[in-house]
């Protein structure tokens, strides 16, 4: 499955979108070093998640203009097992934006699993820049400000889904230090 997903990133993002295919090898590798907190199986399937958790910005995908859950939908198209559309509809608190989004209803379709694999790939994803460059969790949320501006709903969003977001974010780094 990785390699079909690698794929698909590059065919849809690489030349289109460039700082976003970035993001997602930045978020895999993220994925990667967390893989061990998991069994073989789950720590694959955060690895293949992190990497296509953004494709929903491919202009293939777009239906509804909310990423998390275009992609899901774009993934759940192509075969993408159930759980792995649902940890992409829902990564990085997406329930909150959906809300102010008006599309609470149908992201609710979509199930959070609310596991440690969740939390790892929240973590893979508010820890990783739009470049793909490791950031803290801090650094992430001040770059996303700054680049919608404070009154932007993506700004609004940010704010109201940080203590969500640092939990994970927190739990995760907690559990890599027990593995060291
Ligand atoms: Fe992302």
Do not use: N
Not at 159 to 177: D, H, K, N, S, W
């Amino acid at each position: 499955m990785l390699d079909q997903a690698r794929e698909l990133v590059r065919a849809e993002l690489a030349e289109s979108q460039p700082r976003r295919f970035s993001h997602l090898q930045g978020a895999c590798r993220r994925a990667e070093a967390a893989a061990p907190l998991f069994s073989a199986e789950d720590g694959r399937l955060l690895v293949v998640t992190a990497l296509v958790h953004d494709v929903g910005y491919c202009d293939s995908a777009r239906e509804t203009g909310f990423h998390p859950l275009d992609g899901a939908r774009f993934l759940a198209e192509r075969g993408y097992p159930a759980r792995l559309c649902d940890l992409v509809a829902h990564h990085s608190c997406a329930r909150l934006e959906a809300d102010l989004r008006g599309l609470g209803s149908e992201l609710s379709q979509w199930t959070d699993e609310r596991s440690e694999l969740r939390d790892a790939l929240w973590w893979a994803d508010m820890t990783t820049s739009p470049d793909g460059e490791v950031v803290t969790f801090k650094e992430r949320v001040a770059e996303i400000q700054a680049r919608y501006g404070p009154e932007d709903l993506v700004s609004r969003f940010i704010r109201a889904a940080g203590p969500e977001l640092r939990g994970a974010v927190e739990r995760t780094e907690t559990r890599l230090a027990g593995l060291r």
